[in-house]
């Protein structure tokens, strides 16, 4: 069954750096797009960047430039580097992907539709 576990994240002052990762698993992770959101209480989930299979990348606004999503095709594992942190960065990170047919293949063409547990960040003063 396909599934995606999140890692990395944690506490850091204000122009600190993170990484999150996110391993996949049953998934022919050539064939799927990828992408990480964010989410603050009260507030709905945003996109902050995704990634095709063959590299292409977006970001949002509010990232671009100081964050960069990558993938590893050997380790089946997307990340995001976060760096000149700021407050308004901190919120639950989710990692996301099309959802894989019954053979693990992405046919959708969508970034949300399988989704990791999530993983929390916190950018302080």
């Known amino acids: 069954q396909a599934r995606l576990e999140q890692s990395g994240g944690g506490s850091v002052q204000t122009g600190g750096s993170l990484k999150l990762s996110c391993r996949t698993y049953?998934?022919?992770?050539?064939?799927?797009?990828m992408g990480w959101f964010r989410q603050v209480p009260g507030k709905e989930r945003e996109y902050v960047s995704t990634?095709?299979?063959?590299?292409?990348?977006t970001y949002a606004d509010s990232v671009k430039g100081r964050f960069s999503i990558s993938q590893h095709h050997g380790l089946n594992t997307l990340y995001l580097q976060m760096n000149n942190l700021k407050s308004e960065d901190t919120g639950a990170y989710y990692c996301?992907?099309?959802?894989?047919?019954?053979?693990?293949?992405?046919?959708?063409?969508?970034?949300?539709?399988?989704w990791g547990q999530g993983t929390q960040v916190t950018v302080s003063s």
């Open positions: 996301a992907t099309d959802m894989p047919n019954e053979v693990g293949i992405c046919t959708g063409g969508r970034f949300d539709g399988l």
């Open positions: 049953g998934l022919v992770f050539s064939s799927c797009g």
């Open positions: 990634i095709t299979p063959d590299g292409i990348t």
